[in-house]
T-cell receptor, first 116, second 112 residues
């Protein structure tokens, strides 16, 4: 069974500083990988996804993530954070079934705090 | 294009009662999945429906059930509610052939 680990429960970053959120996954075959963001009281918004091809993927709101198969990692980065980036971030993995939607397996999330 | 909508947004029920939650997917999306989010267990997959058929199911008891209608709208039902069923229930929709899921705002269920 697949699993996702987000080692950092909380991260505090100063506004304007760079950000990296870590994600490690366990899956025996080629995975679909996702990053979602959740603001308080809201649903999940898809930031970016990796299916195949270029291992550096660009997403919305200035985020990017790099897939490293050798390290089973899919870390999320942003060069300069804004106060509005404060939220909960979730990494998720799904089987590359290609045939339809399968249940996403989520990490426990990283709570991002932005210091002024 | 309108996003995934869920109704109601908030619900308070008593132990032993049952509840039905509704989800309308993004237009053109025929796959609908449901997730439970709690502080202790995080986000957990409940089940997925496509073409009115349940194709995948997570590790939840039979009290949790769902269905999908011909217009792709979906409902989930929880019978004999327990305190531990208090959670945010999220619905997600996707196009056929992709695992790229788009989430609604959720229904916050409180069981007292």
């Amino acid at each position: 069974a697949q699993s996702v680990t987000q080692p950092d429960i909380h991260i505090t970053v100063s506004e304007g500083a760079s950000l990296e959120l870590r994600c490690n996954y366990s899956y025996g075959a080629t995975p679909y990988l996702f990053w979602y963001v959740q603001s308080p009281g809201q649903g999940l918004q898809l930031l970016l996804k990796y299916f195949s091809g270029d291992t550096l993927v660009q997403g919305i709101k200035g985020f990017e993530a790099e897939f490293k198969r050798s390290q089973s990692s899919f870390n999320l980065r942003k060069p300069s954070v804004h106060w509005s980036d404060a939220a909960e971030y979730f990494c998720a993995v799904a089987p590359y079934s290609g045939g339809g939607a399968d249940g996403l397996t989520f990490g426990k999330g990283t709570h991002l705090i932005i210091q002024p | 294009k309108a996003g995934v909508t869920q109704t109601p947004r908030y619900l308070i029920k008593t132990r032993g009662q049952q509840v039905t939650l509704s989800c309308s997917p993004i237009s053109g999306h025929r796959s609908v999945s449901w997730y439970q989010q709690t502080p202790g267990q995080g986000l957990q997959f409940l089940f997925e429906y496509f073409s009115e058929t349940q194709r995948n199911k997570g590790n939840f008891p039979g009290r949790f059930s769902g269905r999908q209608f011909s217009n792709s709208r979906s409902e989930m039902n929880v019978s004999t509610l327990e305190l531990g069923d208090s959670a945010l229930y999220l619905c997600a929709s996707s196009l056929v052939g992709t695992n790229e899921q788009y989430f609604g705002p959720g229904t916050r269920l409180t069981v007292t």
